[in-house]
């Protein structure tokens, strides 16, 4: 799991054997509850990003498409997590505004 400072889940990696079928395990996972907004299984051998109802996959030999799935796969930010963030950010500047007014 990919989590940040703040707790926030951000996706999930998967590590399978290469014997493994990636579209049962898929399945298994999606059944007990994992969220695939933003899930990444490999096997050494090749990887997938699931995003919702899209699916990316490459060798990992390819180092070009992985480095791109590996991006997308980091770079997701739910929407609870943007909307702590900016609300983080308001705050800041509000404070010293609120501080002020109270001195």
């Known amino acids: 799991m990919l989590i940040d400072i ?6 999930y990696w998967e590590s399978k054997d290469i014997e493994d079928d990636f579209e ?3 399945a298994q996972k999606i059944k007990i509850g ?3 907004d933003n899930l990444l299984f490999e096997n050494s051998q090749k990887v997938m ?3 919702s109802d899209e699916r990316e996959t490459c ?3 390819d180092a070009k498409a992985l480095k791109a799935i590996l991006e997308k796969f980091v770079s997701f930010e739910r929407q609870e997590a ?3 963030r900016y609300a983080l950010e308001v705050f800041k500047e509000t404070v010293p505004q609120i501080a002020g007014v109270l001195y």
Request: glycine fraction near 4%; avoid cysteine.
């Open 34 to 36: 994992y969220p695939t």
């Open 24 to 26: 049962r395990k898929l």
């Open 59 to 61: 060798p990992m030999s």
């Open 49 to 51: 990003l699931i995003r």
């Open 6 to 11: 703040f707790q926030f889940k951000y996706g």
């Open 82 to 84: 943007k909307d702590f």
